[in-house]
């Protein structure tokens, strides 16, 4: 089931609320998908550690986040990437 465009809500939700803007390259992103997989999982994690108290909210939060399709994600990311770039050098 997809939703708003995106493989699920948890994708959507996670990139929506923690991803929009966010530059890529802010984040250590060295220009492959998989390099910035494990980069956009961590963070997530990090930003959820650092909000919630230990317990049944973070549990639920983290068992909530392995629903998100992170290559879709990093994919979003470094399309908006390319098209900055391709801004920048045109300008």
């Not at 909530?64 to 908006?80: D, P, R, T």
């Amino acid at each position: 089931m997809s939703y708003n465009g995106w493989t699920n809500y948890a994708t959507w939700r996670v990139n929506l609320e923690i991803f929009d803007g966010l530059d890529p390259r802010e984040m250590g992103w060295h220009k492959n998908t998989y390099d910035l997989l494990p980069i956009l999982r961590d963070y997530v994690r990090d930003v959820l550690e650092m909000n919630a108290k230990q317990g049944l909210a973070l549990d639920y939060a983290l068992a909530f986040i392995e629903e998100v399709n992170w290559q879709e994600i990093a994919q979003s990311m470094i399309e908006a990437y390319a098209d900055d770039e391709e801004e920048e050098v045109t300008a």
